[in-house]
């Protein structure tokens, strides 16, 4: 069994570490969490980025990736998430655990200061971001942004949350958008880095088999040089409780050969935060979250109206956001049946198959996390995010209680608020 502790380092910066013996990696991030605002989204992305090139010590990625070789071939990447309308950026760093070093040598030590200097001692000029990396890092963000048009399925669901929350902080892309990404300058992305620095919330996050005290020591003197702040802004996250009296509808016209209905509902205010909130989890697994799911067995294999349709929950924000692709014309019967399965499942009409089978498949995830090391980092930084500190296997246990009852009140609860149709340009 795996230890988990949670404890600040200083002020606005905690520390988990997951004690275990079960791998052989070990695994370190930090993460700096800011609210998701439409000015700053773009600076915060690019800031890890440019970071990632060059440090004080290790001036360009060449010398980085030989300071990492000498870590048994350790790896630093930088990270952007979406957690609610809080903005996650940082560094995800996996090296070989202490444990396996072949001379008994100290990796956790060096990867640590290592970490921090990525963060906390950047290669500059003149005071500020080297003008190249910063260029170099702006033109590659906003190939990523505009990148994001290639893949339909997902773009249609981020135009849906843009649409549904465009008064709302959770309808900013974690990229940011172009025209802001090209007004940056090393020196605003400069003063952006060191306002980050001193207001953010920082997580650090740790994996593997030294003790956590050895792992707080060891953070501690990497990220001694963080700007003192007792202030530092812990990020929020609105909740809408209820969709307008009719559900907004967007319709683009795009070159495409087939059609993205997407539509998302409101959850009534029900969110990670609420005792109900098991019981919804499980409502958008039978609804379309997995395999199983009405969505998928009737609307995609059984009546052959969609090539995929899935439903998927926003914890913190209370929404729930189902995705599907169709041809043109069956826009209205596959929305019909959509609403029609939605409907099922509020009036409780659920098999036991269906039930049990989305029961299994959540609680396996659940239990699959504790078993890679990426996925229990990305579970604890919801966690944190959130301000909970319910384990997986906790999480688990709660799931298996979940009445069918449960499930049908939830669904009772979501309202569709928007839909947005992606379709071909006609003629």
Known sequence: MSQVIRRELFPGVWLRTVHT???KSSYLSVTLLTPLDRETAGANALIP??????????????????????????????????KGETQ???FLASFLDDAYALKG????????????????????????????YTAGEKANLIDRIRAQINDKRTYATQRLAQEMCKYEAFGVDKLGDESRVSAITPESLWERYQTLLREAQVEVYYCGSASPDRVAEALKGALDRLPVNENR????????VSAGPEPIVVEEEMDVSQG??????????????????????????????????????NVREKLSLCYYASATLEKM?????????????????????ILAQLEAVRQGEIEDWELEGSRRTLIGA??????????????????????????????AAQLEAVTREQVSAAARKLELDTIYFLKGKEG
């Open 21 to 23: 013996n079960k791998f």
């Open 366 to 395: 659940c239990q699959a996390t504790l078993d890679d090391q990426g996925r229990q980092e990305e579970y604890w930084m919801g966690q944190t995010a959130a301000g909970l500190e319910l384990a997986p296997e906790e999480f």
């Open 88 to 90: 996650c950026v940082g």
């Open 105 to 132: 040598e100290k990796i956790l030590e060096p990867a640590a200061t290592l970490l921090g200097e990525l963060l906390l001692n950047p290669y500059t000029q003149n005071g500020v971001f080297a003008s190249d």
């Open 317 to 337: 924000k209370g929404l729930v956001l189902v995705s599907s692709g169709i041809e043109f014309d069956k826009y209205q019967t596959a929305k019909d049946e």
């Open 233 to 240: 802004v812990d990020p929020e996250c609105s909740v809408r």
């Open 49 to 82: 980025e440019v970071l990632r090139r060059g440090t004080a010590v290790h001036p360009d990625m060449e010398s980085l990736s030989a300071a990492l070789d000498e870590l048994y071939g350790g790896a630093v990447e930088p990270i952007v998430r979406k």
């Open 260 to 297: 993205k209905l997407t539509m998302g509902f409101r959850t009534g205010g029900l969110t990670c935060w609420e005792e109900e909130f098991p019981a919804l989890f499980l409502c958008v697994a039978v609804f379309g979250g997995t395999t199983l799911s009405k969505l998928f067995m």
